[in-house]
């Protein structure tokens, strides 16, 4: 089950049920003797009995070889075997392929499609001199994309490049496994595409959603991996024979993976009306660009249709382009964003593009450590946005920012919000409070300095850690689970700090600015919410100052 972060929590009236899943996970297979030349010498020697046969010809007739024999293959079985141009999507043309059977298993489509991809070559010089390395830069070759329908995971996808050393790509997504585990458990459910849109048991789903994420997870995933990659794939390249004659076995590592939180909301036209406030009130804040929006057709449905019958274990919902908006931030090899899928279901989904970036390890069997660094990702990135969203000042706090205070043993002065530097600091922390793993002294520094439009005395990382220090002394800032160089926002200092900023930014300032000059002439026609709201208020202010003596 879910346990409810803050973001959620605040819009749990308006949800009927929530889910975590794995989405898109990619898993890279390699061969781990023949990395080195060495290994990879030694290796030919098992496979061959000698390496005088050992160069760039002989290792290139492994591609050739291996294209016959799949050409050969799926014209007797009536596999579509289909060659990719630049820039087509390779699932989206095997979709197209995929059986309507519900009991076929085994490959269904090939796609080829070039790509880069680190192959060996061989050079012989004297008689008896062999350099072998890895051709730079990377060449073009074909890679084979086997798609295929297994029995637990769904539609799995096997990239293959056919050139020594065989790397392999294993790619496959997780509300397909929850699929078809739910329909084993008799779980209804409704579905579009990768996105389940109608619960009603969602506690039930979600426990089947989590077994994606637990340490039992590994096994499966391997068990699953080897049961295509050697007798479905890598057969072409070297028969069964070969493989064990020359001792060749996989190991498994996590290349990419994908998390995602998904709020299914009970009223679609609702969903889009907080998710599009929510967007309005933290992209400032956050330093968000640009927010991509991919217009659709059909509006969202406003309610449920009295008439509207309760989805079957195998229900599918049809494909429907509704307008799509995608809040997203980028740091590096990692990514969060948040946008609409399906009719009324919000996602909020960590990605890691290289799961080094992690830094928790990529083996396989650190799987669930990698999901477990995701979702601390998501659920921080979630806490930045809730402060964000629903600011607040506690009584008497702003009495107390101006204070010195302690950190430690070391008397740290005050914050004093009329300066400048002040208020950038709060906007860079606000700025920084969805970074994965926190931000560095550096990374502050670097966003204060635009800020800041000093030439002469430049704002360094010294005067970061500072004014982070006052920060922290203040409570509005922690640091990153004790270490000394990475900081966050505590929730309550984001709160408070979005808070004072927009009472002070979109309040008081431009009430103030208009206050005492009003518009002349007639208002405009179309005015927002917020304009007419302003000059309400500008109209009871001039009512206001006479009273309390201020000129007007």
Same mark, same amino acid.
């Given at each position: 089950?879910?346990?409810?972060?803050?973001?959620?929590?605040?819009?749990?009236?308006?949800?009927?049920?929530?889910?975590?899943?794995?989405?898109?996970?990619?898993?890279?297979?390699?061969?781990?003797?023949?990395?080195?030349?060495?290994?990879?010498?030694?290796?030919?020697?098992?496979?061959?009995?000698?390496?005088?046969?050992?160069?760039?010809?002989?290792?290139?007739?492994?591609?050739?070889?291996?294209?016959?024999?799949?050409?050969?293959?799926?014209?007797?079985?009536?596999?579509?075997?289909?060659?990719?141009?630049?820039?087509?999507?390779?699932?989206?043309?095997?979709?197209?392929?995929?059986?309507?059977?519900?009991?076929?298993?085994?490959?269904?489509?090939?796609?080829?499609?070039?790509?880069?991809?680190?192959?060996?070559?061989?050079?012989?010089?004297?008689?008896?001199?062999?350099?072998?390395?890895?051709?730079?830069?990377?060449?073009?070759?074909?890679?084979?994309?086997?798609?295929?329908?297994?029995?637990?995971?769904?539609?799995?996808?096997?990239?293959?490049?056919?050139?020594?050393?065989?790397?392999?790509?294993?790619?496959?997504?997780?509300?397909?496994?929850?699929?078809?585990?739910?329909?084993?458990?008799?779980?209804?459910?409704?579905?579009?595409?990768?996105?389940?849109?109608?619960?009603?048991?969602?506690?039930?789903?979600?426990?089947?959603?989590?077994?994606?994420?637990?340490?039992?997870?590994?096994?499966?995933?391997?068990?699953?991996?080897?049961?295509?990659?050697?007798?479905?794939?890598?057969?072409?390249?070297?028969?069964?024979?070969?493989?064990?004659?020359?001792?060749?076995?996989?190991?498994?590592?996590?290349?990419?993976?994908?998390?995602?939180?998904?709020?299914?909301?009970?009223?679609?036209?609702?969903?889009?009306?907080?998710?599009?406030?929510?967007?309005?009130?933290?992209?400032?804040?956050?330093?968000?660009?640009?927010?991509?929006?991919?217009?659709?057709?059909?509006?969202?449905?406003?309610?449920?249709?009295?008439?509207?019958?309760?989805?079957?274990?195998?229900?599918?919902?049809?494909?429907?382009?509704?307008?799509?908006?995608?809040?997203?931030?980028?740091?590096?090899?990692?990514?969060?964003?948040?946008?609409?899928?399906?009719?009324?279901?919000?996602?909020?989904?960590?990605?890691?593009?290289?799961?080094?970036?992690?830094?928790?390890?990529?083996?396989?069997?650190?799987?669930?450590?990698?999901?477990?660094?995701?979702?601390?990702?998501?659920?921080?990135?979630?806490?930045?946005?809730?402060?964000?969203?629903?600011?607040?000042?506690?009584?008497?706090?702003?009495?107390?920012? %101006?204070?010195?205070? *302690?950190?430690? =043993?070391? +008397?740290?002065?005050?914050? /004093?919000?009329? !300066?400048? #530097? &002040?208020?950038?600091?709060?906007?860079?922390?606000?700025?920084?409070?969805?970074?994965?793993?926190?931000?560095?002294?550096?990374?502050?520094?670097?966003?204060?300095?635009?800020?800041? %439009?000093?030439?002469? *005395?430049?704002? =360094?990382? +010294?005067?970061?850690?500072? /004014?982070?220090? !006052?920060? #922290? &002394?203040?409570?509005?800032?922690?640091?990153?689970?004790?270490?000394?160089?990475?900081?966050?926002?505590?929730?309550?200092?984001?709160?408070?700090?979005?808070?004072?900023?927009?009472?002070?930014?979109?309040?008081?300032?431009?009430?103030?600015?208009?206050?005492?000059?009003?518009?002349?002439?007639?208002?405009?026609?179309?005015?927002?919410?917020?304009?007419?709201?302003?000059?309400?208020?500008?109209?009871?202010?001039?009512?206001?100052?006479?009273?309390?003596?201020?000129?007007?």
């Amino acid at each position: 089950m879910v346990a409810l972060d803050e973001f959620t929590a605040s819009y749990s009236e308006l949800l009927s049920g929530t889910y975590d899943c794995v989405d898109r996970l990619v898993i890279n297979a390699y061969y781990r003797d023949i990395q080195t030349p060495g290994g990879f010498r030694n290796w030919w020697r098992r496979l061959y009995g000698g390496d005088e046969n050992l160069d760039t010809n002989n290792l290139m007739k492994f591609a050739g070889r291996f294209s016959r024999r799949v050409h050969t293959w799926a014209k007797k079985n009536a596999i579509p075997l289909i060659k990719s141009r630049t820039g087509e999507r390779k699932h989206e043309l095997a979709d197209k392929h995929r059986p309507s059977s519900p009991e076929f298993r085994g490959v269904f489509c090939v796609v080829i499609g070039r790509a880069p991809a680190p192959i060996y070559e061989a050079i012989r010089f004297g008689k008896t001199g062999l350099d072998i390395r890895r051709k730079k830069p990377l060449p073009y070759v074909n890679q084979y994309s086997f798609h295929i329908i297994d029995p637990e995971e769904g539609h799995i996808t096997i990239k293959f490049t056919p050139h020594p050393p065989f790397p392999v790509q294993i790619i496959m997504n997780g509300h397909e496994y929850v699929a078809i585990q739910a329909r084993l458990k008799n779980i209804p459910f409704a579905k579009e595409e990768n996105c389940f849109t109608e619960i009603p048991n969602a506690a039930e789903l979600a426990g089947v959603a989590d077994t994606m994420s637990a340490p039992s997870a590994v096994g499966r995933l391997v068990s699953v991996c080897e049961r295509w990659i050697y007798s479905a794939v890598l057969i072409f390249a070297l028969d069964l024979s070969e493989q064990k004659r020359s001792g060749f076995r996989y190991c498994f590592s996590v290349y990419q993976a994908e998390y995602s939180r998904n709020l299914l909301f009970k009223c679609g036209a609702r969903m889009q009306e907080v998710f599009q406030a929510v967007i309005d009130r933290t992209r400032s804040p956050l330093d968000i660009p640009i927010i991509k929006t991919i217009f659709g057709h059909k509006h969202r449905p406003w309610k449920k249709g009295r008439h509207q019958k309760q989805p079957r274990v195998e229900a599918v919902v049809h494909k429907i382009d509704y307008d799509l908006i995608i809040f997203k931030i980028h740091y590096g090899k990692l990514t969060v964003k948040i946008y609409t899928k399906g009719k009324a279901v919000l996602r909020i989904e960590a990605i890691t593009h290289n799961a080094r970036e992690l830094r928790t390890g990529v083996s396989i069997e650190r799987y669930p450590e990698i999901i477990a660094a995701l979702k601390a990702i998501l659920e921080r990135f979630l806490t930045a946005v809730d402060g964000i969203d629903a600011s607040f000042l506690s009584d008497g706090i702003l009495e107390t920012w %101006h204070k010195s205070a *302690n950190l430690g =043993n070391t +008397r740290i002065g005050g914050i /004093d919000v009329n !300066k400048t #530097r &002040a208020r950038a600091s709060m906007q860079s922390a606000i700025a920084l409070a969805a970074s994965p793993r926190g931000f560095t002294s550096t990374d502050f520094a670097n966003r204060m300095a635009p800020l800041l %439009h000093e030439t002469k *005395n430049p704002y =360094n990382s +010294r005067r970061a850690y500072y /004014d982070l220090a !006052k920060m #922290r &002394a203040k409570g509005l800032i922690q640091k990153v689970d004790g270490t000394s160089r990475r900081y966050q926002p505590t929730p309550d200092g984001l709160k408070s700090m979005a808070a004072f900023l927009t009472i002070r930014e979109k309040i008081l300032v431009p009430l103030l600015a208009g206050s005492c000059r009003p518009r002349p002439g007639r208002p405009r026609k179309a005015r927002s919410p917020i304009d007419i709201h302003y000059a309400n208020i500008r109209r009871e202010m001039l009512s206001l100052f006479p009273l309390l003596g201020v000129a007007i």
